[in-house]
C-alpha cells in the first residue's frame, strides 16, 4: 500500500497541465470585444480582415510538399523520404498575434509575435503505378508544424504528360494536384488544395549518379473554416453571475476561398538508392478578396461588423526545403 502510494505521488509529481505550444493558435485574440461603459463585454465581432490573411499565410506554410522533378517514380518505383522546411512570415502583422507564444497578444505595440519563419518536418512515401494511367504515381504523408500541436494529412497524384526521352534536349512534363489538411487545432480548420505544372531534365554523371534539375509554376487554393471560439477563456460561465458569458463565444463567417501562386526551383541528386533534393519556392503576395453580397464597404483593422468585404493582405512567402530519402 505505501509502495502504492509512492508512486502515485510520484506519478503526481510528473504530471503537468496541457498547455499550448508557443505555435499554436488562440484564435480568440482575432476579435474585436464591443464593450459597455463598465467594461462588461457586450458582443465579439471576428476580424475578417485579419482571418484571412492569417489563414492566407498559415496555408502557405501547410501547403502541399512538392520535392521531386517531372519524371515518375516508374510502374515498379518507390520512394521513401523525410524532409525539412522553412516558411518566411510576416509576423509583425497584428494578425500573427494568435500564435500562443506571441509577445504582444494584444498586437498594440507592434512588436514581432514570433520569429520571421515556420518550420516543418515531414515523412512520405511515394510509389509509381501504371493504372488508372501510365506514368502515374501517387504519394501520402505527414507534415509537422515545429513547436505546435499542428500536423497536416497530404496526399498527391502526379500524372507524366512527357517523360522518358532522356537522350533528348527535351524536358519531361508533370501535372500533379495535391490536398494537404491541418488537425489538431481545435478552432480553426484549414484545407489546401494545389496544382502545379513541373518541367526537369535528366542528366547521369560519371555513370553512378544522376542529376534531375526541374522548375514549376503552382496554384493553391486554401479555405479556412471556424470552429466555435470562446472570445473569453479566462471566464468559466460555470460561476456564478458569469452565466451569460458563453454568449460571447463567435465564429468568423465562411469566406470564398483564397488563391495563392507560388514558383519553384529545384535539383534532386541520387547516387544508387540514396537521393537528396532541394527546392525554393516563392508565394506571390495574396490578393484575393471576399466579396460579400450585402455589401462594398471593404473590411478594416479591428473591424467592428462583419458585413464588409475581406482583401488577402499576405505578403509573399519564401519556402526553403530539403528531403532526403531512398528511391527504389
Not at 45 to 74: I, M, W
Not at 100 to 122: M, Q
Request: proline share 5%; glycine share 8%.
Amino acid at each position: 500500500m505505501v509502495r502504492g502510494a509512492l508512486v502515485a505521488l510520484a506519478l503526481l509529481g510528473l504530471w503537468r497541465p496541457a498547455a499550448a505550444d508557443p505555435n499554436d493558435l488562440v484564435m480568440s485574440r482575432l476579435a474585436t470585444r464591443i464593450t459597455d461603459d463598465t467594461g462588461r463585454v457586450l458582443s465579439v465581432v471576428g476580424e475578417n480582415l485579419e482571418f484571412r490573411a492569417l489563414a492566407s499565410q498559415l496555408g502557405v506554410v501547410l501547403a502541399p510538399h512538392l520535392l521531386s522533378p517531372a519524371d515518375t517514380l516508374g510502374f515498379g518505383g518507390f520512394q521513401f523520404d523525410l524532409d525539412v522546411s522553412q516558411t518566411s512570415i510576416d509576423s509583425i502583422q497584428p494578425y500573427w498575434r494568435v500564435l500562443a507564444g506571441s509577445r504582444d497578444p494584444t498586437g498594440t505595440n507592434r512588436l514581432a509575435h514570433g520569429a520571421g519563419v515556420l518550420r516543418t518536418i515531414g515523412v512520405f512515401a511515394h510509389k509509381g503505378l501504371w493504372f488508372p494511367l501510365p506514368s502515374f504515381e501517387v504519394g501520402a504523408g505527414a507534415v509537422h508544424l515545429i513547436d505546435s500541436k499542428t500536423w497536416a494529412a497530404q496526399l498527391y497524384g502526379k500524372l507524366g504528360v512527357h517523360e522518358g526521352y532522356h537522350d533528348l534536349p527535351v524536358p519531361s512534363i508533370a501535372v500533379r494536384g495535391a490536398v494537404s489538411r491541418m488537425m489538431n487545432q481545435r478552432e480553426l480548420d484549414l484545407t489546401v488544395a494545389s496544382l502545379d505544372i513541373t518541367v526537369s531534365k535528366h542528366f547521369g554523371i560519371a555513370g553512378t549518379w544522376r542529376l534531375d534539375p526541374f522548375a514549376g509554376w503552382d496554384v493553391l487554393v486554401i479555405i479556412p473554416r471556424s470552429q466555435v471560439i470562446e472570445a473569453t477563456p479566462d471566464v468559466d460561465p460555470l460561476h456564478m453571475g458569469d452565466e451569460m458569458d458563453a454568449t460571447n463565444n463567435f465564429v468568423f463567417r465562411d469566406q470564398a476561398a483564397i488563391t495563392r501562386q507560388r514558383i519553384l526551383l529545384g535539383a534532386k541528386l541520387q547516387f544508387s538508392i540514396v537521393q537528396l533534393t532541394v527546392e525554393a519556392q516563392l508565394a506571390f503576395a495574396g490578393s484575393s478578396v471576399d466579396d460579400r453580397p450585402d455589401t462594398t464597404a471593404a473590411c478594416q483593422p479591428s473591424s467592428t461588423t462583419t458585413s464588409c468585404d475581406a482583401k488577402d493582405t499576405a505578403a509573399s512567402q519564401a519556402t526553403l526545403s530539403v528531403s532526403a530519402g531512398f528511391d527504389f
